[in-house]
C-alpha cells in the first residue's frame, strides 16, 4: 500500500517539479487544439495567471461602482423590465467570479480526466473576462433602450413604475419617468385606439395617460418647461385619435394648466419668451379640428369652474386660444361647435362675474375707475373681442362657404348649440349687454365698454352675419320680461342707453338699426308709458321708471328725454311713434326663452 500511494503521489507531483517540460508554454496550443490536430503540451499546475482571483474582485468592484453611479433614468426602465433583465448585470458578474474561482480551483486540486475544454486554465480566465466584459455592457443596453417597454406583459409594471416615481415629487425622479413616458407614448396610445377597451393593457394605458398626465409636477414641467415633449403628447394623441370619453383627466389638466399657470407656454408665446418662439403651442392645440373635437377644451374638465380668477392677461390668452379655433373651424369646417360655444360661455360667466363685483364695490362708495382699473380692462377685452376681433376674423381668407352659410341660418342664441357658432356669439353678446345693467351709469367705462361690445354688430355686420337677429330676439324677450313681469336683470337699461343716442333724431338710419330705433320708440310711448303713469313698481317694490330707465334718459310730462355728453348737455325730447303704431312686444315669446 505505502509503495502504491507513493508511486501515486509521484505521478501527481512530478510534472511539478520536473525542471525539463514546457508546463505551462503551450497553453495558447491546448485551448486551440480543435485547430492543431489535438496538439496539447500544458499541465494544470503551475501555470501563469492573466486573471487571478485578486483581479476578478478588482474588476468586480469597479464594476459595482458603475452600478452605484447609475441615474433614476436607468432605475426606471429596469424596474419596469423583467426580472432576468434587470438582473442580468448581477448575474454575469457572479458568473464572471464562479469562472474565476473555477479555474484556481483545477489548478490547485487535482483532477483528473477533465474534457476539452476544462482541462485549459486559459478558457476558464477567457471565459470569466467575456463575462465581467458583458455584465456593465448588459446595463447599458437594457437601461438605456426605453422603446418598446409599453408592452401586453409589461404594462401593469409599467403603470405601477410611473406612479411610483412622479410620487416622489422630486424634479429627477419625475424627469426620468417623463423621459420614459414620452419614448413609450406612441405605444400607449395606440393600445387605447386599437386595443379591447376591457383588456388589461388597454385600461392601463388609460390610466396612465389620466393619473400620470395629472400630476401636479408632470404638467408643471410638461406646460412650462418641456415643450418637445409637449407637442410630442399632443401630437400622438391627435394621430391616433384618443378622445375625452378614452382619458378625461390628462389632456384637459395639461390644457387647463397652460390656460391658468402665467408662466405657462400660452403666456410665455403671446410675451414672445424665448424657446415658446419656436414652436407656436396656439397652433398645435387649437388648429387642430381633432383635438377641437374629442376633448372640450373650453369646458368642464378643462377650464369649467376657473372663471373667477381672471386677469387681463389670462382673458387674453383665453381669447387667442378661441379665436384660434373659431378660425380652424371657419376654414375647415372640422371640429366642434358645442365645445368652441364654450369658449363664449366661459367668457360670459367672467364677464358677469366682473360686473357684479364693480357694482357691489361701488355700492360700498369704490371709485371703481382707479381702483379696479384692472377689472375695467377684462370688460374692455371682452368687449374688443366681440366689437372687433370677431367681426374681422379671417375676413380675407379662404372660408369654408357651407360652414359660412350655415352661420346665417342661426336662430337661436345658446351656449348650448352644437348647429352654429353664431349662437355663442349671440349669447355671449346678450349676456354682456345683460351683466352692463349692474353697473353704474356714470361710469366712462361703462360707455367704452358698451360701445365696444356693440361696435361689430351696428357698424361691421356685412363682415360676420348671422349672430345679430337671434342677439335681437333673445334681448327683446328681456326686455318683455322686464316691463311685463317687472323681473330683472333689467337688460332694458344698457339698450335704452345704447339706442337712446338716435331716438331724439328723425332722421333714423334706413336699415336695421332704423328699424330697432322705431322699435324702442313704440316701447317706450306704447308699452311703457302707462305702467310709468301709474308709478308701477317691480318685483323688489322699486320703481319701474328709476329700475328700467338709464339715466340719461327721463319721463315727465307725458314724454321722454334723452341727455347728450354724458347727462350733462342738452336734454332733447324723444318723438312718439307714429298713430296707429302697435306694441314693441307683440310676438315676443316669454316662456320659451333659451337658458343663459
Known amino acids: 500500500m505505502n509503495q502504491f500511494n507513493h508511486s501515486q503521489l509521484s505521478s501527481w507531483i512530478a510534472p511539478v517539479i520536473s525542471q525539463d517540460q514546457p508546463n505551462y508554454l503551450d497553453q495558447g496550443h491546448c485551448l486551440f487544439r480543435f485547430l492543431n490536430k489535438g496538439y496539447c503540451d500544458s499541465y494544470l499546475f503551475n501555470v501563469p495567471s492573466y486573471l487571478d482571483l485578486g483581479g476578478a474582485l478588482a474588476a468586480f468592484g469597479l464594476i459595482f461602482t458603475v452600478y452605484q453611479l447609475r441615474n433614476p433614468y436607468w432605475d426606471t426602465v429596469l424596474r419596469i423590465r423583467p426580472t432576468w433583465q434587470r438582473n442580468l448585470f448581477w448575474l454575469l458578474g457572479v458568473a464572471g467570479l464562479v469562472v474565476v474561482l473555477a479555474r484556481v480551483l483545477i489548478t490547485q486540486i487535482p483532477i483528473n480526466y477533465l474534457g476539452y475544454p476544462f482541462d485549459t486554465p486559459l478558457a476558464y480566465e477567457v471565459v470569466a473576462y467575456i463575462l465581467f466584459v458583458l455584465s456593465p455592457l448588459s446595463l447599458l443596453f437594457f437601461a438605456k433602450r426605453t422603446k418598446g417597454l409599453f408592452t401586453e406583459k409589461t404594462s401593469g409594471k409599467f403603470y405601477e413604475v410611473m406612479i411610483q416615481e412622479v410620487s416622489r415629487s422630486d424634479d429627477k425622479s419625475t424627469n426620468a419617468a417623463l423621459e420614459v413616458l414620452l419614448h413609450n407614448f406612441e405605444d400607449i396610445c395606440k ?4 386595443k379591447d377597451p376591457s383588456s388589461e393593457i388597454s385600461q392601463n394605458a388609460r390610466a396612465i395617460v389620466d393619473v400620470v398626465l395629472s400630476e401636479e409636477s408632470v404638467v408643471k414641467i410638461l406646460t412650462t418647461k418641456r415643450l418637445d415633449a409637449l407637442q410630442h403628447i399632443l401630437f400622438m394623441v391627435e394621430e391616433y385619435d384618443v378622445n375625452q370619453r378614452q382619458c378625461n383627466v390628462g389632456v384637459p389638466a395639461l390644457v387647463r394648466n397652460l390656460f391658468l399657470d402665467e408662466g405657462s407656454f400660452f403666456y410665455k408665446h403671446r410675451n414672445r419668451d424665448g424657446l415658446a418662439l419656436s414652436s407656436n403651442i396656439y397652433r398645435s ?4 379640428p381633432k383635438l377641437l373635437t374629442n376633448f372640450r377644451l373650453f369646458g368642464y374638465p378643462t377650464l369649467g369652474y376657473s372663471a373667477g380668477g381672471n386677469s387681463q392677461t389670462s382673458t387674453g390668452v383665453l381669447i387667442e386660444a378661441l379665436s384660434k379655433a373659431i378660425s380652424t373651424y371657419l376654414k375647415t369646417g372640422r371640429g366642434s361647435v358645442n365645445h368652441i360655444n364654450d369658449g363664449f360661455k ?11 363685483k364693480l357694482s357691489i364695490e361701488k355700492s360700498r362708495g369704490v371709485d371703481t375707475e382707479y381702483a379696479m382699473e384692472e377689472e375695467w ?5 371682452i368687449s374688443q373681442f366681440l366689437g372687433h376681433d370677431y367681426p374681422f376674423l379671417d375676413y380675407q381668407k379662404n372660408l369654408n362657404t357651407g360652414i359660412i352659410e350655415k352661420e346665417k341660418t342661426t336662430t337661436e342664441a345658446s351656449f348650448d348649440s352644437d348647429s352654429t357658432i353664431n349662437a355663442g356669439v349671440a349669447a355671449l353678446l346678450y349676456k354682456g349687454i345683460e351683466s352692463l345693467s349692474y353697473v353704474d351709469e356714470k361710469d366712462h367705462m361703462y360707455w367704452l365698454t358698451l360701445h365696444q361690445i356693440t361696435h361689430g354688430m351696428i357698424y361691421e355686420d356685412s363682415y360676420k352675419q348671422g349672430y345679430r337677429e337671434p342677439f335681437l330676439r333673445r334681448l327683446w324677450q328681456q326686455i318683455g320680461n322686464n316691463v311685463i313681469n317687472r323681473h330683472y336683470p333689467a337688460a332694458i337699461r344698457p339698450y335704452l342707453a345704447l339706442i337712446g343716442f338716435y331716438l331724439p333724431k328723425t332722421d333714423s338710419p334706413q336699415n336695421w338699426l332704423g328699424i330697432e330705433i322705431e322699435r324702442v320708440r313704440r ?6 308709458k302707462p305702467l310709468l303713469d301709474m308709478d308701477t ?3 323688489n317694490k322699486k320703481k319701474m321708471k328709476e329700475a328700467l330707465l338709464p339715466i340719461f334718459m327721463d319721463y315727465h310730462d307725458g314724454k321722454f328725454f334723452y341727455k347728450y355728453e354724458f347727462g350733462k348737455g342738452e336734454e332733447k325730447e324723444i318723438p312718439s311713434p307714429p298713430e296707429g303704431s302697435g306694441s314693441a312686444l307683440e310676438g315676443v315669446d316669454l316662456v320659451r326663452r333659451s337658458r343663459l
Open 523 to 528: 316701447l317706450l310711448y306704447i308699452d311703457m
Open 537 to 539: 313698481e317691480m318685483v
Open 191 to 194: 393600445s387605447i385606439k386599437e
Open 377 to 381: 380692462w377684462i370688460l374692455d377685452g
Open 285 to 288: 392645440v387649437f388648429e387642430s
Open 346 to 356: 366661459y367668457l360670459s360667466k367672467a364677464f358677469e362675474g366682473i360686473a357684479r
